[in-house]
């Protein structure tokens, strides 16, 4: 296996990661993407492509660094007053892992694969929240989105009280070919989602990829029709759901006692 600092926080100093993770203006976000510290994404005021904005954009995309065009006034109101002089990048506060990495987790232990994969997560508090119960149940990595997916921000780095510097965490530009991946390696994938089977009556034991959905709209459709199972929760109650991290981390323990062997009395 890789060694764990390939994929953990470059400096995990109690300053460092109470910064913002945006870097405002030209030459710090070049200066940002010159470096080795991994980058989530790139903004850039629409129709600026010319000069060091145009290099900016070139360098971004080369490092595969998501790059999307915004308003002025949404750099403005974003900076604060700052001098952005047309784009803000967000720095992630972890390095990224590689699928391979995941899978010599497991291997490691001597485990199947358990991986949680978070289809669109856009809160930092959800994805850290799913992190830290990731970490205690013993998956071995999580799988998330470029797009309209927060990344490894020090939000979530915080909120998964250092659970983060654990878990490998994986960043893929498509989920459904992620997905795919994963099957042809050999993992069953669960949907956690509205009408499925009883959450509690299938075999987790095996290889495992948990499929948690976006807080607004749950699993996408084209990832619910890759996945081969779907469970949900017994709502009771007035309320209809749950909280993704919620739900994801009654279902991570319901993986976790049944790879325990431990029999619910």
Same mark, same amino acid.
């Given at each position: 296996?890789?060694?764990?600092?390939?994929?953990?926080?470059?400096?995990?100093?109690?300053?460092?990661?109470?910064?913002?993770?945006?870097? !405002?203006?030209?030459?710090?976000?070049?200066?940002?993407?010159?470096?080795?510290?991994?980058?989530?994404?790139?903004?850039?005021?629409?129709?600026?492509?010319?000069?060091?904005?145009?290099?900016?954009?070139?360098?971004?995309?080369?490092?595969?660094?998501?790059?999307?065009?915004?308003?002025?006034?949404?750099?403005?109101?974003?900076?604060?007053?700052?001098?952005?002089?047309?784009? !803000?990048?967000?720095?992630?506060?972890?390095?990224?892992?590689?699928?391979?990495? @995941?899978? /010599?987790?497991?291997?490691?232990?001597?485990?199947?694969?358990? !991986?949680?994969?978070?289809?669109?997560?856009?809160?930092?508090?959800?994805?850290? =929240?799913?992190?830290?119960?990731?970490?205690?149940?013993?998956?071995?990595?999580?799988?998330?989105?470029?797009?309209?997916?927060?990344?490894?921000?020090?939000?979530?780095?915080?909120?998964? %009280?250092?659970?983060?510097?654990?878990?490998?965490?994986?960043?893929? =530009?498509?989920? %459904?070919?992620?997905?795919?991946?994963?099957?042809?390696?050999?993992?069953? !994938?669960? /949907?956690?989602?509205?009408?499925?089977?009883?959450?509690?009556?299938?075999?987790?034991?095996?290889?495992?990829?948990?499929?948690?959905?976006?807080?607004?709209?749950?699993?996408?459709?084209? @990832?619910?029709?890759?996945?081969?199972?779907?469970?949900?929760?017994?709502?009771?109650?007035?309320?209809?759901?749950?909280? /993704?991290?919620?739900?994801?981390?009654?279902?991570?323990?319901?993986? =976790?006692?049944?790879?325990?062997?431990?029999? =619910?009395?």
């Amino acid at each position: 296996m890789n060694d764990r600092n390939n994929f953990k926080k470059a400096d995990t100093s109690k300053n460092d990661l109470q910064k913002n993770d945006m870097v !405002i203006g030209r030459n710090p976000v070049t200066e940002l993407l010159k470096s080795d510290r991994p980058c989530d994404k790139v903004l850039v005021a629409k129709g600026e492509v010319r000069g060091s904005i145009g290099k900016i954009i070139s360098m971004a995309k080369e490092k595969g660094v998501l790059v999307k065009d915004v308003s002025v006034q949404k750099l403005d109101l974003m900076s604060g007053g700052a001098s952005h002089q047309g784009v !803000i990048a967000f720095a992630a506060a972890c390095e990224y892992a590689t699928m391979d990495d @995941i899978f /010599a987790a497991a291997e490691e232990k001597g485990e199947p694969p358990f !991986i949680i994969i978070a289809d669109e997560l856009e809160d930092p508090h959800n994805l850290g =929240a799913v992190i830290r119960t990731a970490e205690c149940c013993g998956a071995h990595g999580i799988i998330i989105p470029k797009r309209r997916s927060v990344g490894l921000t020090s939000t979530v780095f915080k909120t998964s %009280a250092g659970a983060a510097e654990y878990v490998p965490v994986v960043r893929v =530009a498509n989920l %459904a070919s992620a997905i795919d991946e994963l099957k042809e390696r050999g993992v069953w !994938i669960y /949907a956690a989602d509205m009408d499925g089977e009883n959450w509690c009556s299938q075999d987790y034991s095996g290889a495992v990829g948990l499929v948690v959905g976006s807080e607004g709209r749950g699993v996408g459709r084209l @990832i619910r029709e890759k996945c081969d199972f779907t469970v949900s929760l017994p709502m009771r109650g007035k309320i209809s759901s749950l909280n /993704a991290s919620v739900a994801a981390s009654v279902l991570m323990y319901e993986i =976790a006692r049944q790879r325990l062997g431990i029999k =619910a009395k």
